[in-house]
């Protein structure tokens, strides 16, 4: 991402939840400094919460160097239950050429300054016809935040790529929910995904069951201990025992938090900044892109064993002699889920 900031030449808009100040930030924020002061536009769109954490200093910084930066849904003491919609979303735009997705945040926690291990998150860069829609998505969401209107018109290169692979961005959260329960109904060979956090609907919970029973590899790459809300991990684990008994896999990954939000069905797959939980759902503003290709699903699907490799699997029988505390840290938090939502 900061290659491609560097290469910029015309415009560069950049959109994510988590924008932190420290070295990550500090190498971002010279990168689009720069940018902006060489005569590219730069337009930031952050969510006002997730950087509460972007010093004032580091602000001005930018503003100082003529980018221009909006903030989403601005907290308020008045504005009370409205305060829980955020943009989640993770999108760079860059010349309307290229554009990366994901789910990682401009922080520290992704490429730590100190000797200790980054999260484990999944980008994907893309090119091609679909990038009218990912700058469709920025405009509307620039537009509701700043005030001020912005359209896009995508160079001709962008338009008329002749693109190798399928695909499609679902910016709508009940239409990321929609594709990957309608895809993992529709599965023949495999169904698997890695969330941060598992709160699904019931809807998706049936569709993996089935997918199962009818011969499909089901697998849920979850986090392990090591995880940024363990209170959602301990609500997600109450389905454990059912998806289990009905011959769903389930791996906790081990070595360090996974933040990666992907789902692979066969060939298909969608990655982005939507985690397939109620919460996410409910009240944030989420994008992914879906990929329909035999190519890139290998690489996908190569991704995955390698993190299952370094995960533990569960089984059920195993699973029912977990001891009382941790059925109550289920128990509990699944209460304080249900009520959240």
Same mark, same amino acid.
């Given at each position: 991402?900061?290659?491609?900031?560097?290469?910029?030449?015309?415009?560069?808009?950049?959109?994510?939840?988590? !924008?932190?100040?420290?070295?990550?930030?500090?190498?971002?924020?010279?990168?689009?400094?720069?940018?902006?002061?060489?005569?590219?536009?730069?337009?930031?769109?952050?969510?006002?919460?997730?950087?509460?954490?972007?010093?004032?200093?580091?602000?001005?910084?930018?503003?100082?160097?003529?980018?221009?930066?909006?903030?989403?849904?601005?907290?308020? !003491?008045?504005?009370?239950?409205?305060?829980?919609?955020?943009?989640?979303?993770?999108?760079?735009?860059?010349?309307?050429?290229?554009?990366?997705?994901?789910?990682?945040?401009?922080?520290?926690?992704?490429?730590?300054?100190?000797?200790?291990?980054?999260?484990?998150?999944?980008?994907?860069?893309?090119?091609?016809?679909?990038?009218?829609?990912?700058?469709?998505?920025?405009?509307?969401?620039?537009?509701?935040?700043?005030?001020?209107?912005?359209?896009?018109?995508?160079?001709?290169?962008?338009?008329?790529?002749?693109?190798?692979?399928?695909?499609?961005?679902?910016?709508?959260?009940?239409?990321?929910?929609?594709?990957?329960?309608?895809?993992?109904?529709?599965?023949?060979?495999?169904?698997?995904?890695?969330?941060?956090?598992?709160?699904?609907?019931?809807?998706?919970?049936?569709?993996?069951?089935?997918?199962?029973?009818?011969?499909?590899?089901?697998?849920?790459?979850?986090?392990?201990?090591?995880?940024?809300?363990?209170?959602?991990?301990?609500?997600?684990?109450?389905?454990?025992?059912?998806?289990?008994?009905?011959?769903?896999?389930?791996?906790?990954?081990?070595?360090?938090?996974?933040?990666?939000?992907?789902?692979?069905?066969?060939?298909?797959?969608?990655?982005?900044?939507?985690?397939?939980?109620?919460?996410?759902?409910?009240?944030?503003?989420?994008?992914?892109?879906?990929?329909?290709?035999?190519?890139?699903?290998?690489?996908?699907?190569?991704?995955?064993?390698?993190?299952?490799?370094?995960?533990?699997?569960?089984?059920?029988?195993?699973?029912?002699?977990?001891?009382?505390?941790?059925?109550?840290?289920?128990?509990?938090?699944?209460?304080?889920?249900?009520?959240?939502?």
């Amino acid at each position: 991402m900061l290659e491609c900031i560097s290469a910029a030449r015309r415009s560069i808009e950049l959109e994510f939840y988590l !924008f932190e100040s420290g070295s990550v930030a500090d190498r971002f924020i010279g990168a689009l400094a720069t940018a902006s002061r060489r005569g590219v536009t730069v337009k930031m769109l952050l969510d006002d919460f997730g950087s509460l954490e972007l010093s004032t200093r580091d602000r001005q910084q930018l503003i100082d160097a003529g980018v221009e930066l909006a903030f989403y849904n601005r907290l308020g !003491f008045s504005r009370w239950l409205h305060n829980l919609f955020r943009d989640h979303r993770k999108l760079l735009l860059v010349d309307g050429e290229q554009a990366f997705v994901g789910g990682a945040g401009i922080t520290d926690a992704f490429d730590p300054p100190r000797p200790e291990l980054p999260w484990r998150e999944t980008m994907i860069r893309i090119d091609g016809p679909v990038l009218g829609d990912w700058q469709r998505l920025f405009a509307e969401a620039w537009t509701r935040s700043a005030g001020r209107m912005l359209t896009f018109e995508a160079p001709a290169t962008a338009l008329g790529a002749a693109g190798q692979m399928r695909g499609r961005v679902t910016g709508a959260n009940a239409e990321i929910k929609r594709s990957v329960v309608a895809r993992a109904r529709r599965a023949r060979k495999r169904v698997w995904i890695a969330t941060a956090y598992f709160v699904p609907s019931w809807k998706l919970l049936r569709a993996l069951r089935r997918a199962a029973a009818r011969g499909a590899d089901v697998r849920l790459l979850l986090p392990g201990p090591l995880t940024d809300h363990p209170g959602v991990r301990h609500a997600g684990r109450r389905f454990y025992a059912r998806l289990l008994r009905n011959k769903v896999r389930i791996f906790e990954f081990q070595p360090r938090v996974i933040h990666a939000k992907t789902a692979l069905c066969d060939d298909w797959v969608s990655i982005g900044s939507s985690n397939l939980d109620r919460w996410n759902l409910r009240w944030n503003l989420e994008a992914n892109q879906e990929v329909e290709d035999r190519e890139f699903a290998a690489q996908v699907r190569a991704m995955f064993e390698a993190d299952c490799r370094e995960s533990v699997e569960l089984h059920h029988a195993s699973w029912e002699q977990r001891p009382w505390h941790v059925r109550l840290r289920e128990r509990v938090w699944g209460i304080v889920a249900r009520w959240l939502t």
